[in-house]
């Protein structure tokens, strides 16, 4: 069933967009704004990352660097420059060994963990010199410092190295809370960039793709300041419900609960529900009922504010849909808005509800769009009938998701409640009494989709050659010097099944993952799960898909994957897991 949902949505949409590994950084430690709302802490930049520098006796640098544990360094981002009054002295690096990893951020890198011993070699013989010097580093959990720049004076006749602190033009240092507002407001700035392109890559994901069709098609059934009217309207609703959604997620975890982005697809009920909406959604396209324009913005003869409400509608609802997919730069932007106080957070995700509105306003505004659409007529009928077999299918899907949260039976009675829906909506516009009946029949749907059956359906791992995580189970694994894959995964999760079913889940790669002798563990949060939702937390996120490779050394912190997988990623993990398994069975 999975497989073939996923090769059902993925027809709907272009294909998945791969993630790229660009970034200056996932975010500052620091928290410019106040106390940190929740998630986990990090230790200030000088705290993570301590330096010292020694002058040797044959005028080389040693710098060392004690790196804490679970941070760690970047060494394609160490720079270093000596200078004195004559002017640049070129130097010499020598770097050590460091570990390779595919970063979330960077793709394919080298870092170091608990320390990087550094020697540095002046061309030439200086007496005094300057040695200025960049590092960046990240913790495990998930965020990333911003570049780090440092200043030592130099003597190498006395061979002592004191760092300098930058002082302002009347000869004062600089106090911190200057120097940590910019660096806050700067990574403020580039998470908003990061969610605003998260949230344009979201349009191009499966569970949005039948509700942007249907704002397509009104653009076509209007002139141009319809269009543009209504596009903003429907941007506002993208951004309100994106703040709001993110304003529920901050107040339930700020209560204490343990929840991440797409928490609602977590509630059967909800489920259920969601799936009646597009059904009755599709069967209005279909002619099979009337609603009227003002559901979903179809008519064009509707008045100002009938119309203004169905492209906001419009806007809500695929947001409540888009939700639980995630794409490309939205999970660092979403983490860093999750551990940061609400003000800072909240608009992280208007920034990300306006990149998944733009393309829309764009739309709406390009000369060159409403030129290539075509003019109203006949066929927008058909288009229309059309364009609700996408809605058939996700609810098909949702209805899919709510017997895996609750089993076979649930599912078959809320299926049932579909069909007594279908026939009340049938009824309403047939006559008067017809219309009494109507209404009994929707309440009975409503009453069949309430319905739990008493034998839910079991969660956790239930395919071959995968185990249920568990972090006991992860925990022994561990200490026993197993490699393990940890898959956190969600059967609402398109994006978790779409990296399956074409990844994780091909005979190539359980043979690969048999060969390197890694466990693949499988943490399903379909329902909702305090221990998981912990977990996720734990490693800097607020959603799903999440992808760690963990080697046969407890001591060392697990490889991060990207949200969208290729098998050359997968199966570099692998092999580097592989090597460290090697390294750590040598000594």
Same mark, same amino acid.
């Given at each position: 069933?999975?497989?073939?949902?996923?090769?059902?949505?993925?027809?709907?949409?272009?294909?998945?967009?791969?993630?790229?590994?660009?970034?200056?950084?996932?975010?500052?430690?620091?928290?410019?704004?106040?106390?940190?709302?929740?998630?986990?802490?990090?230790?200030?930049?000088?705290?993570?990352?301590?330096?010292?520098?020694?002058?040797?006796?044959?005028?080389?640098?040693?710098?060392?660097?004690?790196?804490?544990?679970?941070?760690?360094?970047?060494?394609?981002?160490?720079?270093?420059?000596?200078?004195?009054?004559?002017?640049?002295?070129?130097?010499?690096?020598?770097?050590?060994?460091?570990?390779?990893?595919?970063?979330?951020?960077?793709?394919?890198?080298?870092?170091?963990?608990?320390?990087?011993?550094?020697?540095?070699?002046?061309?030439?013989?200086?007496?005094?010199?300057?040695?200025?010097?960049?590092?960046?580093?990240?913790?495990?959990?998930?965020?990333?410092?911003?570049?780090?720049?440092?200043?030592?004076?130099?003597?190498?006749?006395?061979?002592?190295?004191?760092?300098?602190?930058?002082?302002?033009?009347?000869?004062?240092?600089?106090?911190?809370?200057?120097?940590?507002?910019?660096?806050?407001?700067?990574?403020?700035?580039?998470?908003?960039?990061?969610?605003?392109?998260?949230?344009?890559?979201?349009?191009?994901?499966?569970?949005?793709?039948?509700?942007?069709?249907?704002?397509?098609?009104?653009?076509?059934?209007?002139?141009?300041?319809?269009?543009?009217?209504?596009?903003?309207?429907?941007?506002?609703?993208? /951004?309100?419900? $994106?703040?709001?959604? *993110?304003?529920? %997620?901050?107040?339930?975890?700020? =209560? !204490?609960?343990?929840? @991440?982005?797409?928490?609602?697809?977590?509630?059967?009920?909800?489920?259920?529900?969601?799936?009646?909406?597009?059904?009755?959604?599709?069967?209005?396209?279909?002619?099979?009922?009337?609603?009227?324009?003002?559901?979903?913005?179809?008519?064009?003869?509707?008045?100002?504010?009938?119309?203004?409400?169905?492209?906001?509608?419009?806007?809500?609802?695929?947001?409540?849909?888009?939700?639980?997919?995630?794409?490309?730069?939205?999970?660092?932007?979403?983490?860093?808005?999750?551990?940061?106080?609400?003000?800072?957070?909240?608009?992280?995700?208007?920034?990300?509800?306006?990149?998944?509105?733009?393309?829309?306003?764009?739309?709406?505004?390009?000369?060159?769009?409403?030129?290539?659409?075509?003019?109203?007529?006949?066929?927008?009928?058909?288009?229309?009938? /059309?364009?609700? $077999?996408?809605?058939? *299918?996700?609810? %098909?899907?949702?209805?899919?998701? =709510? !017997?895996?949260?609750? @089993?076979?039976?649930?599912?078959?009675?809320?299926?049932?409640?579909?069909?007594?829906?279908?026939?009340?909506?049938?009824?309403?516009?047939?006559?008067?009494?017809?219309?009494?009946?109507?209404?009994?029949?929707?309440?009975?749907?409503?009453?069949?989709?309430?319905?739990?059956?008493?034998?839910?359906?079991?969660?956790?791992?239930?395919?071959?050659?995968?185990?249920?995580?568990?972090?006991?189970?992860?925990?022994?694994?561990?200490?026993?010097?197993?490699?393990?894959?940890?898959?956190?995964?969600?059967?609402?999760?398109?994006?978790?099944?779409?990296?399956?079913?074409?990844?994780?889940?091909?005979?190539?790669?359980?043979?690969?993952?048999?060969?390197?002798?890694?466990?693949?563990?499988?943490?399903?949060?379909?329902?909702?799960?305090?221990?998981?939702?912990?977990?996720?937390?734990?490693?800097?996120?607020?959603?799903?898909?999440?992808?760690?490779?963990?080697?046969?050394?407890?001591?060392?912190?697990?490889?991060?994957?990207?949200?969208?997988?290729?098998?050359?990623?997968?199966?570099?993990?692998?092999?580097?897991?592989?090597?460290?398994?090697?390294?750590?069975?040598?000594?």
């Amino acid at each position: 069933m999975r497989a073939f949902l996923a090769i059902l949505l993925l027809l709907l949409s272009p294909t998945l967009s791969a993630q790229t590994g660009t970034s200056l950084g996932a975010g500052s430690a620091t928290d410019p704004f106040g106390a940190a709302l929740s998630g986990p802490e990090f230790l200030p930049v000088e705290e993570a990352y301590q330096v010292a520098v020694d002058v040797q006796e044959d005028g080389a640098l040693r710098i060392y660097w004690q790196i804490e544990p679970e941070y760690y360094l970047y060494q394609h981002q160490f720079k270093f420059e000596l200078s004195d009054a004559s002017g640049d002295i070129p130097l010499e690096v020598a770097l050590p060994t460091a570990l390779e990893r595919v970063d979330e951020f960077f793709g394919e890198v080298r870092v170091y963990y608990g320390s990087a011993d550094i020697t540095a070699v002046p061309q030439r013989a200086p007496e005094a010199a300057t040695l200025r010097m960049t590092s960046q580093g990240c913790a495990d959990a998930g965020l990333c410092y911003p570049p780090r720049s440092q200043q030592f004076a130099v003597d190498f006749n006395d061979g002592s190295a004191s760092e300098e602190v930058p002082t302002n033009n009347k000869g004062a240092a600089n106090t911190e809370p200057a120097a940590t507002e910019f660096a806050g407001a700067g990574t403020l700035a580039y998470m908003m960039v990061l969610a605003f392109l998260g949230g344009i890559i979201l349009n191009l994901m499966p569970c949005v793709f039948p509700v942007l069709s249907l704002k397509v098609l009104s653009f076509t059934s209007g002139n141009d300041a319809h269009a543009s009217r209504h596009a903003w309207v429907y941007g506002a609703g993208v /951004v309100v419900s $994106f703040v709001a959604v *993110a304003a529920v %997620l901050i107040a339930l975890q700020q =209560a !204490g609960n343990a929840i @991440g982005w797409g928490f609602q697809l977590q509630s059967p009920g909800f489920v259920i529900a969601l799936a009646y909406l597009f059904i009755a959604m599709g069967l209005s396209l279909s002619g099979v009922v009337q609603f009227g324009g003002n559901l979903m913005n179809l008519g064009g003869d509707l008045a100002a504010k009938e119309g203004d409400a169905g492209s906001f509608f419009t806007g809500v609802l695929a947001v409540v849909v888009a939700s639980p997919c995630t794409a490309p730069f939205m999970g660092t932007a979403l983490g860093f808005a999750l551990t940061q106080p609400a003000a800072v957070g909240l608009t992280v995700f208007a920034a990300l509800g306006a990149g998944m509105a733009a393309p829309m306003v764009l739309l709406a505004h390009s000369a060159l769009a409403r030129r290539l659409m075509p003019k109203p007529g006949a066929w927008m009928e058909t288009l229309k009938e /059309v364009l609700a $077999f996408p809605l058939y *299918a996700t609810a %098909l899907w949702l209805f899919w998701v =709510a !017997g895996r949260q609750t @089993g076979v039976d649930t599912m078959t009675v809320a299926i049932g409640g579909a069909l007594v829906l279908t026939l009340g909506l049938w009824l309403w516009h047939r006559g008067r009494w017809q219309q009494v009946v109507s209404i009994a029949l929707v309440a009975l749907a409503i009453a069949m989709g309430s319905w739990r059956s008493p034998n839910p359906g079991s969660s956790g791992s239930s395919i071959e050659g995968t185990v249920a995580w568990s972090e006991q189970a992860l925990r022994d694994y561990r200490n026993s010097g197993q490699p393990v894959f940890v898959d956190v995964t969600a059967d609402w999760c398109i994006t978790c099944i779409a990296n399956e079913q074409a990844v994780l889940f091909t005979e190539d790669m359980r043979a690969a993952f048999e060969a390197h002798g890694v466990t693949y563990m499988v943490a399903d949060w379909t329902n909702y799960d305090a221990d998981i939702a912990r977990f996720i937390e734990s490693h800097g996120r607020s959603g799903i898909p999440l992808y760690l490779m963990y080697s046969s050394n407890p001591d060392q912190p697990p490889l991060l994957l990207p949200q969208i997988l290729s098998s050359a990623v997968v199966l570099e993990a692998l092999e580097a897991v592989s090597v460290s398994s090697e390294v750590v069975a040598a000594n």
